[in-house]
T-cell receptor, first 108, second 114 residues
Framework: SQQGEEDPQALSIQEGENATMNCSYK?????LQWYRQNSGRGLVHLIL?????REKHSGRLRVTLDTSKKSSSLLITASRAADTASYFC????????FGQGTELSVKP | EAGVVQSPRYKIIEKKQPVAFWCNPI?????LYWYRQNLGQGPELLIR????????DSQLPKDRFSAERLKGVDSTLKIQPAELGDSAVYLC????????????FGQGTRLTVV
């Protein structure tokens, strides 16, 4: 059973715009991770944020974590067509559990 | 450095037949996962190994699924007999130690049961 729930399920934007995806979860966690999956490929790790961190940056990615609300967000700034993929949050609280994902489409 | 290697990439079998998937994790990684991913959904954990010990197999349908990780390195996942509902992508992942670090995924094996 999945713990994380991503919102929205699908997102379509133009190149250059920002994309924001949200993840909510139910139980306490040690860390929360975001992964990307291109069609027909394996998952690629993007960023890990620990439960005692509130914000983390990596290149064009910005992740926030609010443990009081049990939620996280992933912001991709200045999106590119190559960012088109499915994005999953995964919560770690003894086991690594994935959500259903957000399908992002970036149109050139 | 080689990533996680899975084989085969694709497999088509008739229902009731057995099937096996193989995974070679990144060298030195003690933690190995098997996930199943249905179309349009996130990966679901089947089993997690720490070295050769299965520490979490609560989601593994044990009536037809089995897994092993000999010598704490390569792993195989077997289904016998396969059912139509087993059609999915089976993903293997590894991480250096435990679940508190990033996991590295293989390309997966796409299974179609007809």
């Amino acid at each position: 059973s999945q713990q994380g729930e991503e919102d929205p399920q699908a997102l379509s934007i133009q190149e250059g715009e920002n994309a924001t995806m949200n993840c909510s979860y139910k139980t306490s966690i040690n860390n929360l991770q975001w992964y990307r999956q291109n069609s027909g490929r394996g998952l690629v790790h993007l960023i890990l944020i620990r439960s005692n961190e509130r914000e983390k940056h990596s290149g064009r990615l910005r992740v926030t974590l609010d443990t009081s609300k049990k939620s996280s967000s992933l912001l991709i700034t200045a999106s590119r067509a190559a960012d088109t993929a499915s994005y999953f949050c995964a919560t770690e609280g003894g086991k690594l559990i994935f959500g259903q994902g957000t399908e992002l489409s970036v149109k050139p | 450095e080689a990533g996680v290697v899975q084989s085969p990439r694709y497999k088509i079998i008739e229902k009731k037949q057995p099937v096996a998937f193989w995974c070679n994790p990144i060298s030195g990684h003690n933690t190995l996962y098997w996930y199943r991913q249905n179309l349009g959904q996130g990966p679901e954990l089947l089993i997690r190994y720490e070295n050769e010990e299965a520490v979490d197999d609560s989601q593994l349908p044990k009536d037809r699924f089995s897994a092993e990780r000999l010598k704490g390195v390569d792993s195989t996942l077997k289904i016998q007999p396969a059912e139509l509902g087993d059609s999915a992508v089976y993903l293997c992942a590894s991480s250096p130690q435990g679940t508190n670090t990033e996991a590295f995924f293989g390309q997966g094996t796409r299974l179609t049961v007809v």
